[in-house]
């Protein structure tokens, strides 16, 4: 399966301010994910990622909130904009092979303080 | 929409005992897959085991099985003599085949494997 790299592992950000996440993979996939994962819950999605297209988004996150970039077929970033304590989750990536399998990055847990 | 349904918040299990985790799914359609995963405290989602609808048989890796009951709509995993290690949070999910399909996760289960 694919490796994939996110970063930064961790933060810890003020009220207000935006953080950019990064997904990087060790091979060409079309179909990327970001998911959120807040504490004690399960994964819900945020968007799909593909490239070359805007970034498709569930019911309940807009652009505005969570920009999504895709430049290239290895690499993708999620910003968490004008965040609040609400925000504090963890944020993970995954890409779908063609075994319609999707795997996980290792994840980015943020903390708005 | 399909809902996964994992009716067991926490599980405790004796290091080198057996135990089943349960998963129930709601679907109309004949073709899909149903994957375990694990997160341990490290929070890396890693996949454990996927079966796809068509099969009858049930999908193994090594010590994780599974029970695939398609007319019950029944996903169940069961770990064999478990170890420290398979302590985590297991989600069962839910994908129909097809392109652009999307995951659907389960509200997990925590399992404590205790010596």
């Known amino acids: 399966s694919a490796v994939i790299s996110q970063k930064p592992s961790r933060d810890i950000c003020q009220r207000g301010t935006s953080l950019t996440i990064q997904c990087q993979v060790d091979s060409q996939v079309t179909m990327m994910f970001w998911y959120r994962q807040q504490p004690g819950q399960s994964l819900t999605l945020i968007a799909t990622a593909n490239q070359g297209s805007e970034a498709t988004y569930e019911s309940g996150f807009v652009i505005d909130k969570f920009p999504i970039s895709r430049p290239n077929l290895t690499f993708s970033t999620l910003t968490v904009s004008n965040m609040s304590p609400e925000d504090s989750s963890i944020y993970l990536c995954s890409v779908e092979e063609v075994t319609d399998t999707q795997y996980f990055g290792p994840g980015t847990r943020l903390t708005v303080l | 929409a399909q809902t996964v349904t994992q009716s067991q918040p926490e599980m405790s299990v004796q290091e080198a005992e057996t135990v089943t985790l349960s998963c129930t799914y709601d679907t109309s359609e004949n073709n899909y897959y149903l994957f375990w995963y694990k997160q341990p405290p490290s929070r890396q989602m890693i996949l454990v085991i996927r079966q796809e609808a068509y099969k009858q048989q049930n999908a193994t890796e090594n010590r994780f099985s599974v029970n695939f009951q398609k007319a019950a709509k029944s996903f169940s995993l069961k770990i064999s003599d478990s170890q420290l290690g398979d302590t985590a949070m297991y989600f069962c999910?839910?994908?129909?085949?097809?392109?652009?399909?999307?995951?659907?996760f389960g509200t997990g289960t925590r399992l404590q494997v205790t010596l």
């Open positions: 999910a839910f994908r129909y085949t097809g392109t652009a399909s999307k995951l659907t």
